[in-house]
């Protein structure tokens, strides 16, 4: 019953490592999303994933790349962290969009980035 | 412009009162909405989907104004249970935004 797994939880970097942020779902969905929240900023989207295969850019994806590896992952990358990029990091997915009951968000515990 | 628009509060309410939270969206081609509901930066959750017709869910109301381009929440005979972060979302076909949040606080 493990929904959306993310990993890290933790982590720090120093200014200009890369890591790459790892989601996977288990509920066979198509939409994959990656989300920051910083304080009073509520989430914001960095890029989603409607289907396997493909991927689009939401509000700020400067900084980051995604992959969707398959069906059931969609990684986060960032090539070369700066500290403005500390925040908190959800992946969500989502059914294929129609009845809104297929439209609930299922999202992953998230990652607290620090980049120092 | 962003988005999504909410007053982000926080909104300090007595126990027992009716708290009403509006949010408007920009882009009339936005097709579905709902409310969120996060404590203390975990996960967000999903509180209730917001149907053109309005609908209610216990003490919860939520209301669509298309023409106007805005959504409502209101809560009654708030618990201090109620105290939490209130996210407006709005999707697109598969891009989905959130508005930045409305606090609320329950006083007891």
């Known amino acids: 019953n493990a929904g959306v797994t993310q990993t890290p939880k933790f982590q720090v970097l120093k200014t200009g490592q890369s890591m790459t942020l790892q989601c996977a779902q288990d509920?066979?969905?198509?939409?994959m999303y990656w989300y920051r929240q910083d304080p009073g900023m509520g989430l914001r989207l960095i890029y989603y994933?409607?289907?396997?295969?493909?991927?689009d850019k939401g509000e700020v994806p400067n900084g980051y790349n995604v992959s969707r590896l398959n069906k059931r992952e969609f990684s986060l990358r960032l090539e070369s962290a700066a500290p403005s990029q500390t925040s908190v990091y959800f992946c969500?997915?989502?059914?294929?969009?129609?009845?809104?009951?297929?439209?609930?968000?299922?999202f992953g515990s998230g990652t607290q980035l620090s980049v120092l | 412009r962003k988005e999504v628009e909410q007053d982000p509060g926080p909104f300090n309410v007595p126990e027992g009162a009716t708290v009403a939270f509006n949010c408007t969206y920009s882009?009339?081609?936005?097709?579905?909405f709902f409310w969120y509901r996060q404590d203390c930066r975990k996960e967000p959750k999903l509180l209730m989907s917001?149907?053109?017709s309005g609908n209610e869910d216990g003490r919860f109301t939520a209301q669509l104004n298309r023409a106007s381009q805005y959504i409502s929440l209101l809560i009654r005979d708030s618990k201090l249970s109620d105290s939490a972060t209130y996210l407006c979302?709005?999707?697109?076909?598969?891009?989905?935004?959130f508005g930045k949040g409305t606090r609320l606080h329950i006083l007891p």
């Open positions: 969500a997915s989502r059914g294929s969009p129609g009845a809104l009951s297929n439209e609930k968000l299922f």
């Open positions: 509920m066979n969905h198509n939409s």
């Open positions: 994933s409607a289907s396997e295969g493909t991927t």
């Open positions: 882009n009339s081609a936005s097709q579905s």
């Open positions: 917001v149907y053109s």
């Open positions: 979302v709005v999707n697109r076909g598969d891009k989905i935004i």
